[in-house]
């Protein structure tokens, strides 16, 4: 389909495409390179895009498909070792590609937001939320300190924070990833920006509460008339947001199409295997005799020391070469569970044993042995691997802290384990993170916890920041190690279709409790615990209308239950 086709024609899942009002942004054979040992190459090659008022236009495609680059090139921005090498951008008849530096900052924040994928890393951890809120509308002179912080709270309600008059006041590190992820979505909006670019806003939010925030900034878009290009792996997401999608692959156009047509009847094979049900189910596993549990959680309750409790009488465990999911929405203690299991955070009241060992509390009290016995994946890969290392220092060093390796021994191991995780020794060992793909980076921090030969690994939402075909093969190849090295793993997750794939047993939690426990089909067969099945019915389809039927039905219920 052409460009003018597709953005003339249709009706999408936010409203007509063809009613929308004139253009606000145009691309036109837009070129993007990034340097990679002192030699530019192609990132976009040639990509068209054009964008009305009131219009949302999702791009969707695999990691490194030039989602993010095209996203932040309508900001007429290009990330640090790369640049915009040719094309033309307009935004509202001001050319971006002529502009300097000084006319595009006096855009950015006020007509033209950005909302990250990674919240924890766009906030400044010294400041409070709300000092972060006012500073666009405050120093472009929007609106004076007093209402911006009025505006920030009624935002922070509308974005279902809690405490919203009082949340604000916290520094970044006193919320949780998902309530950082709505706040950072608020500030976004705090011009009332014409245009937002919303790159992954839900990523790192449990389904209970995406529903809320894909509600606000639909309910946004709607009644400020704002243009948003929404960025996103997650195609049951895109499904209930864009009026039209662009499909990408490698910096090239696939496909592109009114949303509703696109999803319901792709013309292109690869739209078609992005738009598949994830299909990967791992073996049952049987249980191990009557050998001692890798790890037994008893009656453990922790707070942050704020007299708030986070975990209240949490008793589970996990018995060697199982993956025992924990599920729940944000601020559920899922988190701060792993943290208490790792000794970050020290439990009021409970134990954590490892293989009928006592742990003790604190990750300082821990003798190494016992740290290497239990390692950690974490959520993003962006934040967790050293942008100044490269793979062999990555991987090496746990392999020299925890075992000892020098030399050609270290080197050969290191080797190994990139083949392990599916990787060219070749190819790999000399890059450093940001020569990497999402994918790759994650399999990087797969490696380095693998090189401490731990018994038990815990994984933070490990592949929440993927897109589904590297999703999937992340799964794989966690299954497949498990296999080979009967490795447990504690799975964090809010994602249910990665819990359906990979789980044995099932945690459900909900404010520091655990609700509901059991074997991977006893939880997930009806019928549920209310709660539980709250999750289940959050889980977004691939239909235009679920959002909006699902928050009616909602809305119903709630009358009837007054």
């Not at 073996?283 to 790890?295: I, N, T």
Request: charged share 25%; aromatic share 4%.
């Amino acid at each position: 389909m052409s460009t003018s086709e597709a953005t003339n024609g249709g009706t999408g899942a936010t409203g007509t495409a063809g009613t929308k009002g004139e253009i606000l942004l145009e691309m036109r054979g837009l070129r993007i390179e990034g340097q990679a040992d002192e030699i530019w190459q192609g990132i976009v090659h040639g990509i068209d895009v054009v964008l009305h008022r009131g219009e949302v236009l999702g791009l969707i495609g695999e990691s490194g498909a030039g989602k993010s680059t095209i996203g932040l090139a309508a900001m007429g921005f290009a990330r640090p070792g790369c640049r915009i090498s040719g094309g033309s951008i307009m935004f509202d008849g001001i050319d971006l590609m002529d502009s300097s530096e000084g006319a595009k900052r006096s855009l950015r924040g006020v007509r033209i937001a950005y909302v990250a994928q990674s919240a924890a890393a766009a906030f400044n951890p010294a400041h409070k939320l709300i000092d972060q809120f006012t500073e666009a509308p405050v120093q472009h002179g929007v609106k004076p300190r007093a209402e911006a912080e009025d505006d920030a709270k009624a935002l922070y309600f509308r974005l279902q924070l809690p405490d919203p008059e009082g949340i604000g006041y916290r520094y970044p590190h006193q919320v949780s990833g998902g309530q950082l992820q709505r706040a950072m979505t608020a500030m976004a909006m705090s011009c009332r920006p014409d245009l937002i670019v919303f790159d992954e806003p839900t990523t790192a939010l449990d389904v209970t509460t995406q529903i809320e925030v894909l509600a606000a900034i639909k309910d946004v878009v709607r009644q400020f008339d704002t243009a948003a290009i929404y960025i996103t792996h997650d195609l049951a997401v895109v499904a209930q947001m864009a009026d039209r999608i662009m499909v990408l692959r490698h910096g090239h156009l696939v496909e592109e199409g009114n949303a509703r047509e696109l999803i319901s009847n792709p013309q292109e094979e690869y739209t078609g295997q992005l738009l598949a049900v994830r299909e990967f189910r791992k073996d049952e596993v049987a249980s191990v005799g009557d050998e001692l549990p890798v790890l037994q959680v008893k009656n453990v309750t922790a707070s942050y020391g704020d007299g708030v409790t986070v975990l209240d009488g949490v008793d589970l465990e996990i018995r060697r070469g199982k993956t025992v999911a924990i599920v729940g929405e944000s601020g559920s203690g899922k988190s701060t569970l792993a943290r208490v299991v790792t000794g970050l955070l020290p439990p009021l009241e409970g134990q954590v044993l490892f293989k009928g060992e006592i742990l003790p509390p604190a990750l300082k009290q821990r003798q190494r042995d016992q740290l290497r016995k239990l390692q950690m994946i974490y959520q993003m890969p962006d934040t967790a691997l050293n942008p100044r290392q490269r793979v062999r220092e990555i991987v090496g060093r746990p392999l020299r802290f925890y075992l000892g390796l020098r030399g050609a021994e270290r080197e050969t191991r290191i080797r190994d384990l990139l083949n392990m995780i599916e990787l060219e020794p070749d190819d790999f060992i000399e890059r450093y993170p940001g020569e990497l793909s999402g994918g790759q980076k994650q399999r990087i921090c797969i490696a380095r916890a693998l090189a401490a030969e731990p018994e038990l690994i815990i994984c933070d939402e490990v592949t929440s920041a993927l897109d589904q075909l590297v999703a999937e093969e992340i799964l794989k190849l966690l299954d497949r190690l498990q296999e080979e090295f009967q490795v447990s793993y504690m799975f964090i997750t809010h994602d249910l279709a990665t819990v359906k794939a990979i789980a044995d047993e099932i945690v459900v939690m909900l404010q520091g409790r655990v609700v509901e426990q059991g074997g991977r089909e006893e939880v997930l067969t009806p019928p549920h615990h209310e709660y539980t099945e709250l999750l289940l019915s959050s889980v977004p389809e691939m239909d235009p209308d679920w959002l909006d039927r699902v928050l009616a039905d909602r809305a119903q219920q709630a009358r009837m239950e007054r």
